[in-house]
């Protein structure tokens, strides 16, 4: 399995170049490259990362293994070491942190595939089969669907499933409020904030869900709003 967002950490122009065309040919989105921690985290909170490849000697103060110990402090976003290291040292330092994968360089292209492929494979066996979610990041919807609350993912079967942006406000104020109701109100509120959007849209929005996944019970509540049913 191939993760679709992913932002690489490399501070070797040629590598995360390399790097970079391999992940394009198999159908990733390189959704930034860092030479530094420097502006790591922002991009972390305004878009959506599914893999992070780091390497271990950055630029600036803050190595790579520090950098994956502060971004796993507020994201859970596995990552994939990068390094020309593999001594002994470097190595139980790199597993202090828990990390995905290592990959020493010089790297082959199916190097990095094999890497990224168990590691994110081995990640989403651990987000969707875990009985007692972490943190509860987790909120069981059904016996194969699971919503990422950190993520803000919907996952079916183990897959990550692509939604609208409006689709995902709604599913997430629903998850937020699992087994009670919400109002019409607050839904269109949380989706449209201040616009005059009118119940038939929130409706429709409701519709064009259901019908994407009829294995999620969404269920009107007395024309006043909906409510979400889980198992957790």
């Given at each position: ?108 292209e199916n190097d990095l595939l094999i890497a990224i492929k ?17 943190e509860n990041h987790l909120v069981k919807i059904t016996d194969i669907c699971y919503y990422h609350r950190l993520q803000k ?80």
């Amino acid at each position: 399995m191939i993760p679709k967002n992913i932002v690489i950490i490399e501070d070797e122009p040629i590598t995360a170049r390399y790097i970079e065309g391999i992940l394009n040919k198999y159908g990733s989105h390189v959704v930034a490259i860092y030479n530094s921690f420097k502006g790591v985290k922002q991009e972390l909170k305004d878009k959506e990362i599914d893999l992070i490849l780091m390497d271990i000697n950055i630029l600036g103060p803050v190595d790579g293994i520090e950098a994956s110990k502060r971004i796993q402090a507020d994201y859970d976003i596995p990552i994939i070491f990068i390094s020309a290291y593999s001594d002994s040292d470097t190595i139980e330092e790199v597993l202090k942190v828990a990390p995905y994968g290592f990959v020493t360089k010089p790297f082959t292209e199916n190097d990095l595939l094999i890497a990224i492929k168990v590691g994110y494979g081995r990640y989403i066996s651990t987000v969707v089969d875990t009985q007692s979610p972490k943190e509860n990041h987790l909120v069981k919807i059904t016996d194969i669907c699971y919503y990422h609350r950190l993520q803000k993912r919907l996952y079916i079967e183990g897959k990550p499933v692509k939604l609208s942006a409006n689709q995902n406000r709604l599913l997430e104020e629903l998850i937020q409020s699992h087994n009670n109701p919400v109002s019409q109100e607050q839904l269109i509120y949380a989706i449209w904030n201040d616009q005059d959007i009118s119940a038939s849209a929130l409706r429709t929005l409701v519709y064009s869900l259901r019908k994407l996944l009829p294995q999620i019970p969404i269920e009107s509540v007395s024309k006043s709003g909906y409510v979400l049913r889980s198992y957790t």
